[in-house]
């Protein structure tokens, strides 16, 4: 099968889609699949085009939202060469520029056209608004979430049932939902499969001693994934515990106002700051943790969650059903609703060594089943869904909009 996937960011670009891009891309290859990449260059304003990993990349302006660019809806310098891969599915990751475009060319060219929704829009309006309009400005994401995912895609594809309710009962979606959790390579985060004597290099860089008991964040540095609940705690926590040590492993456009707060909260000495890492270097920063946590309530599935349960390293995730799924509570992590949950799991976590190792056995054992060829294989089943109703659903709005474009009206 011929695939198309268009993305707003990719490699060398680290974030969760990312990592989702590139896991069902290499999967799907293995399977014997053509994979070709659309996305934004986030690097120049040039086209790219890498013949042999079979990505273009199209040149936009920055948004000025972390490293966002927004790409013409329809470059015309594209078309011809997309025209040449003739596609059999197009699978939309994005609601953006590129995923505009991925709609009005599988319109024009009447292909089938899937869409992944991987982020809960309602909870980044404040990037937009900086707290003003709150309310209204969600209810114009519901509107264009809807306008995006129900008009002018022929299947969706939801990484969670968290999600797939979002969609049922409040959006009142009508067409078909597929579940499919996002998979990985978790063989790439087991223990056996890292150098030790890199990690050991690691842990002297970053000042990290042997007998230091080590929780990891793994994630971009904004407002939404509550990394200020983790300093505050942190605070509290090495009164009783000394020797642990936070590890943040990301950036983001928050970063400074939280290397600020640990200067406030004087706990610098506890807490590291990584900045940005490459996502092939990601699995030596686990196997330096003992602990893994997050407070972030807006993740549509939480992959940083399964790649450090494929570390062997305990999850200690705040209450939220994208967690729910992954976690069973006291067996292969740990869930907190309160500060106080939070500390006291720690705690136990950090003095008892059985403890950490029996829920990181746990935890690596539930990461197994995220795996990769899974992923591709519950994909292509919707792929195939797609290419069976493709004509099942006409969307005259992008004819209109195809046309206009083209110059015929």
């Given at each position: ?239 009783k515990i000394p020797n642990l040590k936070l590890l943040i492993v990301g950036d983001g456009p928050d970063r400074e106002n939280y290397e600020k707060m640990s200067e406030d909260l004087k706990i610098t000495k506890n807490v590291i700051f990584t900045g940005k890492i490459a996502w092939e270097d990601i699995a030596k920063y686990y196997q330096l943790s003992h602990i893994f946590a997050t407070a972030s309530v807006t993740e549509t599935q939480g992959l940083t969650v399964i790649e450090a349960m494929a570390a062997g390293v305990s999850p200690v995730c705040i209450k939220d059903e994208a967690f729910l799924n992954v976690i069973t509570n006291n067996l292969n992590g740990f869930i907190f ?73």
């Amino acid at each position: 099968m011929r695939i198309g996937i268009f993305t707003d960011a990719y490699t060398p670009y680290i974030s969760g889609l990312v990592t989702s891009v590139v896991t069902l891309k290499r999967a799907l290859e293995k399977k014997g699949h053509e994979v070709y990449i659309v996305t934004a260059n986030l690097e120049t304003y040039h086209y790219d085009y890498d013949e042999e990993e079979r990505v273009l990349r199209i040149p936009g302006i920055p948004t000025g939202i972390y490293n966002a660019r927004l790409t013409s809806i329809y470059p015309i310098q594209a078309v011809n060469k997309i025209k040449s891969w003739k596609l059999e599915v197009i699978h939309s990751q994005t609601e953006f520029a590129i995923g505009l475009f991925a709609r009005l060319f599988a319109k024009q060219f009447n292909i089938p056209l899937v869409h992944t929704y991987h982020t809960m829009y309602e909870d980044y309006t404040h990037y937009i608004t900086h707290g003003h309009f709150d309310k209204s400005s969600k209810k114009i994401v519901e509107y264009l979430t809807k306008f995006y995912c129900d008009k002018t895609a022929t299947e969706l594809i939801v990484p969670t049932n968290k999600t797939y309710k979002l969609f049922k009962d409040k959006y009142k979606y009508e067409k078909n939902i597929h579940i499919v959790p996002t998979g990985m390579d978790v063989e790439k985060f087991f223990k056996e499969n890292i150098d030790k004597k890199e990690v050991e290099s690691l842990r002297k860089q970053l000042n990290i001693s042997k007998r230091d008991i080590v929780i990891i964040f793994v994630g971009r540095l904004g407002e939404e994934k509550n990394v200020q609940f983790l300093l505050k705690a942190h605070q509290k926590l090495i009164k009783k515990i000394p020797n642990l040590k936070l590890l943040i492993v990301g950036d983001g456009p928050d970063r400074e106002n939280y290397e600020k707060m640990s200067e406030d909260l004087k706990i610098t000495k506890n807490v590291i700051f990584t900045g940005k890492i490459a996502w092939e270097d990601i699995a030596k920063y686990y196997q330096l943790s003992h602990i893994f946590a997050t407070a972030s309530v807006t993740e549509t599935q939480g992959l940083t969650v399964i790649e450090a349960m494929a570390a062997g390293v305990s999850p200690v995730c705040i209450k939220d059903e994208a967690f729910l799924n992954v976690i069973t509570n006291n067996l292969n992590g740990f869930i907190f609703e309160t500060e106080q949950d939070y500390q006291d799991i720690v705690t136990l976590l950090a003095k008892k060594k059985n403890e950490r190792e029996r829920v990181g056995q746990q935890a690596r054992i539930q990461a197994e089943h995220f795996s990769s060829e899974q992923f591709a294989e519950n994909v292509l089943l919707v792929y195939r869904h797609a290419i069976k109703n493709k004509n099942k659903y006409r969307f005259g709005i992008w004819s209109k909009i195809t046309k206009k474009i083209k110059g015929e009206e």
